[in-house]
């Protein structure tokens, strides 16, 4: 009898824990890669606004990895928005590398590239994925950013093993849009 009490605690314990696994970040976080993004900035100017979210004990000024959400109102072409990403990128980089894929039926496009400040130290992966969301004015832009110091072997690695299952899941996030403060 004992033993029949302590397996339904513990199928009561393992339903409660894989529920607790599952539960949706409120509003102000977003969950990413099995990490928790808490958002640190918002800005509305225009038809422009923007939502910056980073991982817990980092922040907008300081971060190893963050994500944004951005919507343009006055944008309609995934396409073009993407290739402005890339063209500012060859303006400040000309010798930078990216991957640009835009989605059959122009719904979607990505980017991704490496950028370098002038002084090298780091390294910063983006990704952007744009797209036309029902019931959304104009274009919403999803970003994640991974920033990593060259001379760090293990960050270094990290960004190896990670980034396409990071693009992959950018691919099907449907973050929310919170620009209020």
Known sequence: ??????????????????????????????????????????????????????????????????????????LNNVENAAAGVIRELQRKEPEARFQFLVKEGGGEAMVDFLARPESGSWVEFNAFRYRKVPGIKGLVAYQFAYRFELSDIDATHTFKKARNAWLEELRSVEWPLHFNP
Request: aromatic share 18%.
């Open 1 to 74: 009898m004992v033993a029949h009490g302590c397996a339904r605690f513990f199928l009561f314990f393992l339903m409660f824990a894989s529920s607790l696994a599952y539960a949706e970040a409120p509003a102000e976080a977003i969950l990413f890669a099995g990490e928790r993004y808490e958002r640190a900035f918002v800005s509305q100017k225009g038809d422009f606004r923007l939502a910056e979210y980073v991982r817990p004990g980092e922040t907008v000024e300081k971060w190893t990895r963050l994500i944004a959400v951005r919507q343009f109102a006055n």
